[in-house]
């Protein structure tokens, strides 16, 4: 079974500029997360899809950050404009639901100089 | 609010002891509890699941206990090795997972 694909893996960019990151979750999964990671920290959510629809978008901050996912598949996160303190690495994962077990992709590192 | 702890942040041992690392949350109101194991640069893999009605659960050189009245669990690695040097992160799942800081642990030969 492949797991949990994304990309890029790096990126690096200035500040004010916009990128996008894609992820496709492991087939047949309903329920789409992504995840902050700043250095040393713990992941924190930024947004939750259940099929196409978003559950928890809460902490995502919504003048900058954008996510869709499209026909309840693929997701991309977009960053428009990007600040330095976005710097960090955004991990995208996927589950059967909301209570099950959550598995991650490799994740891509962002760095904003 | 949801708020989880590791400790310690940082261990280093040599090969061979066993080891036990910890994880307290503030809410029990939880669905079940993850641990993690991250490497430098990489994604999250998944060790164990423990559901809110269990008591623990075992793979391999693997141990974690969860006590969800009293806000604990515990993750114990059997006759440790360089190779599990990685970060541990634990989870609790209130419909979104909350993460701890993290576990950095170093096994020397």
């Known amino acids: 079974e492949a797991g949990v694909a994304q990309s890029p893996r790096y990126k690096i960019i200035e500040k004010r500029q916009s990128v996008a990151f894609w992820c496709n979750p492991i087939s047949g999964h309903a329920t789409l997360y992504w995840y902050q990671q700043i250095l040393g920290q713990g992941p924190k959510l930024l947004i939750q899809f259940q099929n196409n629809g978003v559950v928890d978008d809460s902490q995502l901050p919504k003048d900058r950050f954008s996510a869709e996912r499209l026909k309840g598949v693929d997701s991309t996160l977009k960053i428009q404009p990007a600040k330095l303190e976005d710097s960090a690495v955004y991990l995208c994962?996927?589950?059967?639901?909301?209570?099950?077990?959550?598995?991650f992709g490799p994740g891509t590192r962002l760095t904003v100089t | 609010k949801q708020e989880v702890t590791q400790i310690p942040a940082a261990l280093s041992v040599p090969e061979g002891e066993n080891l036990v690392l910890n994880c307290s949350f503030t809410d029990s109101a939880i669905y079940n509890l993850q641990w993690f194991r991250q490497d430098p640069g990489k994604g999250l893999t998944s060790l164990l699941l423990?559901?809110?009605?269990?008591r623990e659960q075992t793979s391999g050189r693997l141990n974690a206990s969860l006590d969800k009245s009293s806000g604990r669990s515990t993750l114990y690695i059997a006759a440790s090795q360089p190779g599990d040097s990685a970060t541990y992160l634990c989870?609790?799942?209130?419909?979104?997972?909350?993460f701890g800081t993290g576990t950095r642990l170093q096994v020397f030969p």
């Open positions: 994962a996927s589950s059967s639901g909301t209570v099950y077990e959550q598995y």
């Open positions: 423990i559901q809110s009605s269990q």
């Open positions: 989870a609790v799942n209130t419909d979104k997972l909350i």
